[in-house]
């Protein structure tokens, strides 16, 4: 299987009063997205400044215009794509 591995990272030191309020609409996007079976996993980075995605049977595409539709989106410093094959 194909997957597309997309890490977040936003930009911590501007971030707006209403942050609390975009990470719940962020946590239901991504709730919706498992739900419909494209996202295979998710994990907050350690350092809290991002996140990974790993987005199963879509090309890179497809996965950059997704990415545009989260509430973080706005408040990315920067993303990026990995193409992976999975194995097991």
């Excluded at 919706?32 to 400044?49: A, D, M, P, T, V």
């Excluded at 410093?77 to 094959?85: A, D, G, H, M, V």
Aim: contains cysteine; charged residues 20%; hydrophobic residues 40%.
């Amino acid at each position: 299987m194909n997957c597309i591995q997309a890490i977040l990272t936003i930009d911590i030191d501007n971030l707006p009063t209403n942050f609390q309020e975009i990470i719940q609409h962020e946590q239901a996007k991504i709730v919706q997205w498992k739900e419909e079976g494209i996202l295979e996993n998710f994990f907050l980075r350690q350092s809290k400044n991002g996140a990974v995605f790993v987005f199963k049977n879509m090309d890179q595409g497809q996965v950059e215009t997704l990415m545009t539709t989260l509430p973080l989106y706005p408040l990315k410093k920067s993303i990026e794509y990995y193409p992976l094959i999975k194995q097991f």
